[in-house]
């Protein structure tokens, strides 16, 4: 009999819950056990934990956010809270932590599995940058929201002839522009993978207008550059990510634009909304593999390492080989978007 300790750790996602789900029936169906850690580390370290039992996860499939709270802690702050991290892996005799968690946490992972906590990364974040997996849990579903904001923008846009710049989320990739741009039908994207000149956006604009389209929808990732000589000085996290709702991207390229081209220009922050909601059927389907291999792959003695699905396989990529590293937008996308705009 083994015994798995879950927790969620980063940014929420929609299909967490999802995933706690096929964590702890594939472990029922092998007679383990499953406890779960409150608010991610914080739980871990203060030893806040329950029994997941089958009635726990009733009805979880469809619902946004994670039962078990989530948090953003870095348990390396301090060598007190790794102290206090071992001695309840040991109390709460575990097999191994599952956690539900981003970049940060497989780096803090693979910094466990030193200290001799074995781990394995279930992969979540709108961001989808993980290393090790095509697709993370909830980029679906956020994809599906900015897609919703743009149709909707279209017509606003439309009726008032304006540009309308859209500020995704996504951190320091593209991923979430550039696919919530194509399914809305953006007639620019901005994203750190693929570097850009204002004039060239404002120009992109004008020719727009002088065919007959008078308005324009720009998608910008929250983490592309600002319109060259601006400041990029900016505040960063407890990870050393730069805080980016600080940096205000989507306004300076707005009044950038409004100045360019002399049209009247709005600036539309998307925010927490991106990452609210019930789970699209693809991100509960992703949820469940990877939720389900985990344990599989627990089940077999392997640990230390992130699942992924890529080219549609499940895959098991060492901590050590992703720790560090950024799953970049793939740029053949853009070369996809670029003939719409
Ligand atoms: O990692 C997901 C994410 O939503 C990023 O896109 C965003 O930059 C960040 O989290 C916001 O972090 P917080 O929830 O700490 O404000």
Redesign the pocket.
């Known amino acids: 009999m083994k015994r798995y300790g879950i927790l969620c750790d980063?940014?929420d996602?929609p299909g967490i819950n999802a995933a706690i789900r096929a964590i702890a029936r594939t472990a029922f169906e092998k007679e383990d056990e499953v406890l779960g850690f409150q608010d991610g580390f914080f739980g871990l370290v203060n030893n806040d934990v329950r029994i997941i039992t089958k009635h726990s996860v009733s009805g979880i499939l469809p619902s946004g956010g994670s039962i078990l709270g989530i948090s953003?802690f870095n348990p390396f702050k301090d060598p007190k809270y790794i102290q206090a991290i071992k001695e309840n892996f040991k109390k709460n005799a575990l097999t191994m932590l599952i956690f539900i968690g981003?970049r940060d946490t497989i780096s803090i992972a693979n910094n466990l599995s030193k200290e001799g906590i074995p781990s394995i990364v279930v992969p979540k974040?709108?961001?989808n940058d993980i290393w090790g997996t095509d697709f993370s849990i909830g980029f679906d579903s956020a994809v599906g929201i900015i897609s919703y904001a743009l149709d909707n923008l279209h017509s606003t846009a439309s009726s008032h002839h304006r540009v309308m710049v859209v500020e995704t989320?996504?951190?320091e990739t593209g991923w979430?522009a550039l696919f919530g741009g194509l399914a809305g039908g953006a007639d620019y994207i901005i994203i750190p993978e693929v570097p850009y000149d204002i004039k060239d956006v404002a120009a992109h604009i004008e020719k727009r207008r002088k065919e007959g389209k008078n308005f324009s929808i720009v998608v910008v990732a929250?983490?592309a550059p600002l319109p060259a000589g601006k400041d990029e000085n900016v505040e960063k996290?407890d990870f050393g990510?730069p805080?980016?709702?600080k940096r205000r991207v989507g306004y300076t390229i707005m009044e950038e634009l409004e100045r360019l081209t002399g049209i009247k220009s709005r600036t539309t922050v998307l925010g927490?909304i991106?990452?609210g909601g019930m789970p699209t059927t693809s991100d509960r389907i992703l949820a469940t593999r990877l939720g389900n291999a985990a344990v599989e792959f627990a089940d077999e003695g392997k640990f230390n390492g992130v699942i992924g699905v890529k080219e549609g396989k499940i895959q098991f990529t060492p901590l050590e080989e992703s720790a560090g590293k950024i799953h970049k937008a793939d740029t053949k996308f853009y070369e996809l978007a670029r003939i719409f705009f």
Do not use: C, F, S, V
Request: aromatic share 4%.
């Open positions: 980063g940014g996602a953003r981003d974040t709108i961001d989320m996504g951190r979430l929250e983490g996290d990510h805080i980016n709702r927490y991106q990452r």
